[in-house]
């Protein structure tokens, strides 16, 4: 556990990539199903259970076929598990370190609104930065590239919630 969590903050700050990651679907499924209650944990302090839940598998369903795509399209389909794990993982991982505890912070009343909202924006930011990390070294492309990927990631997902429940 000690070294899942440590490979996960080394991809955080930029040092390991989804290489680095042992390929196994269980570890996945078991990050996807982990990741997934805390998302739902985190979506209940705005949004109804079951639009919690529809958010939560929108943004990993999305993140899902968004990576299949682009590996397919660049030849790299044997990288999938690997990767998909790494944007799961980093999503617990970020999840679990940085927004559970904001979050109770501010339903606590310690942070205002303004500066959650800060808070969160500069979150987002550094996530972005991390999945074009994921994505650079996933698909041998520049960084640069990597972000316009993320940026098109976000937007995809930000689109389909707010298809589904109008949400944004």
């Known amino acids: 556990m000690k070294a899942l969590l440590l490979l996960f903050a080394d991809i955080c700050r930029f040092k390991k990539g989804p290489e680095d990651i042992s390929y196994s679907v269980s ?3 078991l ?3 982990c990741n997934l209650i805390i998302e739902i944990l985190l979506g209940l302090g705005f949004y109804s259970a079951f639009d919690a839940a529809l958010l939560s598998l929108t943004s990993i369903l999305t993140l899902f076929a968004f990576s299949w795509i ?3 399209l660049f030849k790299y389909n044997s990288r999938f598990v690997q990767t998909i794990t790494a944007f799961v993982g980093i999503s617990l991982f970020t999840n679990l370190f940085f927004f559970v505890p904001l979050t ?3 339903q606590g009343g310690i942070i205002i609104d ?3 909202a800060l808070i969160n924006l500069t979150l987002l930011a550094w996530i972005l930065a991390i999945y074009a990390h994921i994505f650079r070294r996933a698909l041998e492309i520049s960084f640069f ?3 316009a990927l993320a940026i098109t990631y976000f937007i995809s997902y930000s689109n389909l919630s707010n298809y589904f429940l109008g949400v944004n």
């Open 27 to 29: 570890l996945f499924i």
């Open 31 to 33: 990050l996807f199903v």
């Open 70 to 72: 682009w590996l397919y």
């Open 104 to 106: 109770l912070l501010w």
């Open 114 to 116: 303004q500066s959650f």
């Open 145 to 147: 590239l990597g972000i």
